[in-house]
């Protein structure tokens, strides 16, 4: 039987470690490993020591090396197993050591979709609207008239075609409505970014963290919106031009924005965001928190269990995957 590769687990923020890995999934890790005790941090590595290590499982808060420090630190590191989503942050290096870097980016994906599908839905049964004025029994009535069209048969526009967009677009398989999606690259779109403002009863947003998105999502598209719609971010805040959106806001009461993100985040006091009666904040809440990002560390147990047995990762990350690559 060959003998177990050596392995640490790398943050700087042990909090997080013990936060997404559970104990019984840390006993895992090291029934299949020779795993070292407890938690490395950057400063811990750079006191050397580590020379045989091979695999580093890590989360956020992972410390990023240069290439010069990963040779000189983590000479014999073959795999990084990130139980967390972006790895653009420090995976380069990493590459041009040829250490293969494993994310759990599907796993995050995962709560994401279904928080949006649940909004979706509601969305479309004109739930929020109807909710914010049923105060009174005037208020009751106004309300049933101003219910949203319903599920079956409806549009729902997804803004991006990456990983959450296509999870949501498979959960919505389940009910009968019509989804149309937006490529995040113009060059690619068949659908525009004003059809799709424009036909929807329910937009979500799921555009990559990339530059050329800033501020795309404007007030002409909002004020473009159907009567009663409702528009849900969980991508980023910055994606949206915020001053021309809540301009919007004031002058359509029935729209209905569901912000999870926010830029800045959180909003700055005195912003209309907090008191709009048609815009609801979530605290950055639609990833994985709590129980789920547990998913995220099984996701990176399963590929361990992969590379005991010498099989395909199925989480594997490529440099012409990451947001930042030129390619």
Not at 12 to 19: G, H, R, S
Not at 97 to 122: D, G, K, M, Y
Not at 204 to 213: A, E, F, K, Q, Y
Not at 286 to 309: C, F, K, P, Q, T
Request: charged fraction near 20%; include cysteine; charge should be negative.
């Amino acid at each position: 039987m060959s003998a177990k590769a050596s392995a640490i687990i790398l943050c700087n923020n042990p909090n997080q470690v013990e936060y997404v890995f559970a104990p019984h999934q840390l006993a895992e890790i090291a029934s299949l490993t020779s795993l070292r005790p407890g938690v490395v941090t950057a400063d811990d590595l750079k006191k050397g020591g580590f020379e045989d290590v091979e695999y580093v499982f890590s989360t956020w808060g992972i410390p990023v090396l240069t290439e010069a420090e990963i040779a000189r630190y983590l000479p014999r590191l073959t795999t990084v197993f990130y139980a967390a989503g972006a790895t653009d942050h420090f995976a380069r290096p990493m590459f041009a050591r040829n250490v293969t870097v494993l994310s759990a980016w599907l796993a995050n994906a995962i709560p994401v979709a279904e928080f949006c599908v649940a909004q979706i839905l509601l969305g479309l049964k004109g739930y929020f609207h109807c909710s914010r004025i049923n105060h009174s029994p005037e208020g009751w009535r106004e309300g049933r008239q101003a219910a949203g069209p319903g599920i079956y048969g409806e549009t729902v526009a997804l803004i991006g075609a990456g990983a959450i967009s296509r999870h949501v677009q498979e959960l919505l398989k389940a009910f009968n409505v019509k989804v149309i999606v937006v490529n995040s690259r113009p060059e690619k779109r068949v659908i525009s970014l004003e059809e799709a403002f424009r036909t929807a009863f329910v937009v979500s947003n799921h555009l990559p963290n990339r530059d050329d998105n800033i501020g795309v999502l404007n007030g002409k598209l909002f004020a473009s919106m159907r009567p009663g719609a409702t528009f849900i971010n969980t991508g980023r805040g910055a994606q949206v031009n915020e001053a021309e959106m809540i301009e919007v806001l004031e002058q359509r009461p029935d729209l209905t924005a569901l912000l999870d993100v926010t830029h800045p985040e959180p909003p700055a006091a005195g912003s209309k965001l907090y008191t709009l009666p048609n815009v609801q904040l979530s605290s950055h809440i639609a990833g994985s928190i709590n129980d789920e990002v547990h998913r995220m560390a099984d996701y990176m147990i399963s590929e361990l269990r992969h590379a005991v047995a010498g099989e395909p990762f199925q989480y594997q990350v490529t440099e012409s995957m990451l947001l930042t690559s030129k390619q």
